[in-house]
């Protein structure tokens, strides 16, 4: 990370959300997170359910292949992780949705 960024060093990520505004304002809204940490990257992220998460990954045209899968929170959160380039930034999309419970009652 340099000491000395300045909002246009995020210039990559800023115009990418600009195009994908522009070409999939149709979609879900995610949270939006840039990072001076990170200037190239935009990452999108869906909670409550990963419909959002895969109207995105298709849009983008991530393979499903592509998809890394897991869990968080004691096995109570499933994760899904995708990037792919778009417009000149990495776009990383990660979808969050709750585990269902396990049936308990059931012999």
């Known amino acids: 990370m340099s000491e000395s960024l300045t909002l246009d060093g995020l210039a990559a ?3 990418v959300l600009r195009l994908l505004a522009a070409d999939f304002g149709h979609l879900p809204a995610p949270d939006v997170d ?3 940490i990170y200037p190239e990257r935009l990452t999108l992220r869906f909670h409550g359910g ?3 998460f895969e109207a995105w990954r298709e849009a ?3 393979p499903p292949e592509k998809v890394a899968h897991g869990v ?14 778009y417009g ?9 949705t709750d585990v269902p419970a396990a049936d308990g009652g059931a012999a």
């Open 13 to 15: 990520p800023l115009r």
């Open 34 to 36: 840039l990072s001076p």
């Open 50 to 52: 990963l419909h959002a």
């Open 60 to 62: 983008l045209a991530v």
């Open 72 to 85: 968080q929170g004691d096995g109570t959160t499933r994760v899904l992780k995708a990037s792919t380039d």
């Open 88 to 96: 000149g930034a990495e776009v990383h999309l990660h979808g969050y």
